[in-house]
Nanobody, 121 residues
């Protein structure tokens, strides 16, 4: 069984910064692409950033230049450094990852439960 757990969300003033983490645990053999999504109330889930297994990255235009995605493969953890936060960044941030396990070599996509980010003065 694989679990993804996000952390690092909270309330921050406009212009502030947060660092989100997504830690994978379980009987993991390989982690492929890892992705951050966000979902604001009444809006569709939106891709924020994606990082490949060899650390290639892609960002949504809405966060490009303000966010940095990274991963620590030794810790099975992905990060999202968010700077110059805006009220429109307010959302639940969720991570997903494509993971192969010791008992299931065909990679499957797993989701975390999300962490709330609120940007408000």
């Amino acid at each position: 069984q694989v679990q993804l757990v996000e952390s690092g969300g909270g309330l921050v003033q406009p212009g502030g910064s947060l660092r989100l983490s997504c830690a994978a645990s379980g009987s993991i053999s390989s982690i492929y692409a890892m992705t951050w999504y966000r979902q604001a109330p009444g809006k569709q889930r939106e891709l924020v950033a994606i990082i490949s297994s060899d650390s290639g990255t892609h960002y949504a235009d809405s966060v490009k230049g303000r966010c940095t995605i990274s991963r620590d493969n030794a810790k099975n953890t992905m990060y999202l450094q968010m700077n110059t936060l805006k009220p429109e960044d307010t959302a639940v941030y969720l991570c997903n990852a494509k993971i192969a396990t010791l008992t299931s070599p065909i990679p499957q996509v797993y989701w975390g439960q999300g962490t709330q980010v609120t940007v408000s003065s």
